[in-house]
């Protein structure tokens, strides 16, 4: 099955710093989704973004597929960033069942 | 508007024990899926319900069963509870495919089998 490698696997940052979280996956996908856990178990989606550019906010996500990786881009970080960012992709039409990463850990200090 | 709820939230079961997880989601989404989050790892899909009435494996489905009984609701029940399947489950619904592709999750289920 696909791999998904994300790094770095923690990061711990000052408020107001920005970041960069990367996912790499050992196969093509069509469908790569981003999401956020915050520190009391919710699972939230960030970006679906099986190719090219996304921005929400302070959150913007790019995926470069034919070289087989994303980035998710943070800036000026908050606390209430703080958690774990999954990356997931998928290959199948039909199910649409995902593979997810091991996630990055996120700590912003204030 | 709900979401996604799971019950219980937490439950601790002996070695051997049965107990079901619900799920129910007021989206009217065809899509349902159950996930299992083990400590420092990813999500793991253990069964999918593309509709009422039809479910299909994903990648851990040994010792689970599912029921999708209706639209809403989609179950996941342990037979006979292992001290492997301590982990954290997930019930998810998705809306949609493609550009407007989401995945709702619930809030989760502590599961500790001793």
């Known amino acids: 099955g696909i791999q998904v490698e994300q790094s770095p696997p923690d990061l711990i940052l000052q408020e107001g710093a920005n970041s960069t979280l990367r996912c790499n996956f050992s196969?093509?996908?069509?469908?790569l989704q981003w999401f956020h856990q915050n520190p009391w178990g919710q699972l939230i989606n960030l970006f679906y973004i099986p190719s090219g550019t996304k921005q929400n906010g302070r959150l913007s996500a790019t995926t470069v597929a034919t070289e087989r990786y994303s980035l998710l881009y943070i800036s000026s970080s908050q606390t209430t960033d703080s958690g774990v960012y999954f990356c997931a992709v998928g290959l199948d039409t039909g199910r649409r069942a995902l593979t997810f990463g091991s996630g990055t850990r996120l700590q912003v200090q204030p | 508007n709900a979401g996604v709820t799971q019950t219980p939230k937490f439950q601790v079961l002996k070695t051997g024990q049965s107990m079901t997880l619900q799920c129910a989601q007021d989206?009217?989404?065809?899509?349902m899926y159950w996930y299992r989050q083990d400590p420092g790892m990813g999500l793991r899909l253990i069964y999918y319900s593309a509709s009422e009435g039809t479910t299909d494996k994903g990648e851990v489905p040994n010792g689970y069963n599912v029921s999708r009984l209706n639209k809403r609701e989609f179950s996941l029940r342990l037979e006979s509870a292992a001290p492997s399947q301590t982990s954290v489950y997930f019930c998810a619904s998705r809306r949609g495919q493609g550009a407007n592709e989401k995945l709702f999750f619930g809030s989760g289920t502590q599961l500790s089998v001793l």
């Open positions: 989206m009217n989404h065809n899509s």
């Open positions: 196969d093509s996908v069509n469908n």
